[in-house]
């Protein structure tokens, strides 16, 4: 079984940051790309950044230039930073692992549990 485990949300001000973390764990032998999605409050979830393993990153353009994904020293971890937070990036934001090689069972794409990101105006 594979474990996303998402966590550095909470509360900040307008133009503050935080930090999200996410590490996978299990029998994984390798993952494609790990990314970060969110979704607020009646809307549908979108993407946020992603970050193959062999290090390509892609931003919505929404966050082009404030937030920055990146892979951790640690395997199968990755981390969001984001700068110059808006009202409008408040969310649950989601941990995705696409392409997850399990030893001897095939791929499949997992998902952490959300954390709540919520900046005031």
């Known amino acids: 079984q594979v474990q996303l485990v998402e966590s550095g949300g909470g509360l900040v001000q307008a133009g503050g940051s935080l930090r999200l973390s996410c590490a996978a764990s299990g029998s994984i032998f390798s993952i494609a790309a790990m990314g970060w999605y969110r979704q607020a409050p009646g809307k549908q979830r979108e993407l946020v950044a992603t970050?193959?393993?062999?290090?390509?990153?892609n931003y919505a353009d929404s966050v082009k230039g404030r937030f920055t994904i990146s892979r951790g020293n640690a395997k199968n971890t990755v981390y969001l930073q984001l700068n110059g937070l808006k009202p409008e990036d408040t969310a649950v934001y989601y941990c995705?692992?696409?392409?997850?090689?399990?030893?001897?069972?095939?791929?499949?794409?997992?998902w952490g549990r959300g954390t709540q990101v919520t900046v005031s105006s």
């Open positions: 970050i193959t393993s062999g290090g390509s990153t």
């Open positions: 995705n692992a696409y392409r997850v090689l399990i030893v001897g069972m095939g791929q499949y794409d997992y």
